[in-house]
């Protein structure tokens, strides 16, 4: 940066500040959260419900969490699963159409996705394999935009039945281009060989995924099984969170779905959002290489005094996955994962380490509390970065992962807000600086 610029930028910075107190004076809801912590109603949605705490006489009290797609606890949908392929899939139709498919619906959808997992001729060339890209989530940006290029109907259409048709073609094709762009990266910037499996109709798209990004093609069937769980706890999370509300505020300007999808794409890449997973696999691997992995609970608390003291690792004082916007004494995706995590641990001889998770976890929600004086809990991602890394998943498509999931629940609210909001998301700020006369340029100093 020229140092003109950065005196220009502190001038600035001085002179143009808001002072955090303005906020309170306007009732300005700061990441349009409550004083209590409680999200701002922005919308309606019969999608799913993020059930964290309750209200009593007013006030909210803390509650054990529940997630519900389509009115459903989606624990009972994995409890009730055991063993079972396409659950993903299930869920997608689910989230899609309102209801649970029966035998004959599932087989037709099933088919639908399987018969689009093929790219556009020669899209793998002239898209993917001569334009490799470090970021893959920016790539999966550009290729999402691409789509619109190939899209069989208008792609500008606003039609629900457009919308579906271009969503499940999304839901399709986007796992089969992350691990394409993933394949072209490491073969370009690494030098690995380049492995390019063909597509197999007969898989379901966590078998699909595990399948091309492996060498050898080879899973075991409770890898794919966890790997779909992942998937379906991933695939909505209510219309408040940044990337959902995002793909709504983009959609209700009236533009494509593909515009819509990439934008929520961007805003899953933040760090505090879709990228957490990553951040607590750094973060404990940080925490493992510091102390051991047979570290005792005590030696674990001290080190997570640390952390918060900002006197460890990146010293953000964050303790990642760790805590949640909405869900306060559990997260009942986090509790399923830590339940398949401690099977494929076993499997795969990784259980000490999911052990040392365990304990770290209750420690630092412990010390949270102490602290704070609040109840939070392990978050989704807590274990979404451990189950990646013993399936052999790449940390760069840690994030991508999410994506594959959650671009089911992107497409419903989409469609839902177009049918029944139909309103461009305008909401308004505050103006507190002062009014100045304008100045001809002779006449500054």
Request: net charge neutral.
């Amino acid at each position: 940066m020229s140092e003109f610029v950065k005196k220009s930028l502190k001038k600035s910075l001085e002179d143009e500040s808001i002072k955090n107190e303005l906020y309170k004076e306007y009732s300005v809801k700061k990441g349009l959260r409550n004083e209590d912590g409680t999200g701002v109603l922005v919308g309606l949605t019969r999608i799913s419900d993020v059930v964290g705490y309750r209200k009593e006489d007013g006030k909210k009290i803390d509650d054990y969490g529940k997630l519900y797609y389509r009115g459903i606890l989606v624990s009972d949908i994995v409890s009730k699963s055991e063993g079972r392929r396409y659950m993903f899939e299930e869920v997608c139709f689910l989230i899609l159409f309102g209801h649970l498919p029966n035998r004959q619906e599932l087989e037709i959808f099933k088919n639908i996705i399987a018969h689009r997992y093929e790219l556009p001729d020669r899209y793998l060339e002239h898209s993917i394999l001569n334009f490799p890209s470090k970021n893959l989530m920016n790539k999966l940006q550009q290729e999402v935009l691409m789509m619109y290029r190939y899209d069989k109907y208008d792609p500008d259409s606003r039609d629900a039945w457009d919308l579906i048709e271009k969503g499940i073609n999304l839901i399709a094709k986007i796992p089969v281009i992350v691990c394409y762009t993933y394949a072209t990266k490491i073969h370009n910037f690494d030098k690995a060989s380049l492995v390019i499996h063909h597509i197999d109709p007969k898989l379901s798209i966590a078998e699909q995924i595990l399948y091309l990004l492996r060498p050898d093609g080879k899973y075991t069937k409770q890898e794919a099984e966890v790997l779909d769980r992942c998937l379906l706890l991933h695939a909505d999370h209510g219309g408040g969170n940044n990337s959902t509300f995002t793909s709504v505020v983009i959609s209700s300007t009236g533009t494509d779905l593909y515009s819509a999808i990439s934008g929520a794409i961007g805003s899953l890449k933040g760090p505090r959002h879709g990228g957490a997973n990553l951040a607590v696999r750094k973060q404990m691997l940080a925490a493992i290489d510091e102390i051991g992995i047979e570290a005792d609970d005590q030696t674990i608390r001290k080190l997570i005094k640390r952390i918060m003291d900002k006197d460890f690792n990146d010293n953000s004082g964050l303790v990642y996955g760790i805590g949640h916007a909405v869900y306060t004494l559990s997260d009942p995706r986090a509790e399923i994962l830590e339940k398949k995590c401690g099977e494929l641990a076993i499997e795969k001889g990784r259980h000490a380490e999911f052990l040392f998770y365990k304990r770290f976890a209750k420690e630092a929600i412990a010390e949270i509390h102490e602290r704070k004086g609040i109840n939070v809990c392990a978050n989704v991602d807590f274990y979404t970065g451990l189950i990646y890394d013993i399936l052999g998943i790449p940390e760069d498509l840690y994030t991508l992962l999410f994506v594959i999931g959650r671009t089911v629940g992107w497409v419903a609210h989409i469609i839902e807000d177009q049918l029944y909001s139909n309103r461009i998301v305008r909401p308004a700020t505050k103006y507190v600086g002062t009014i100045r006369p304008y100045i001809p340029l002779d006449d500054r100093e």
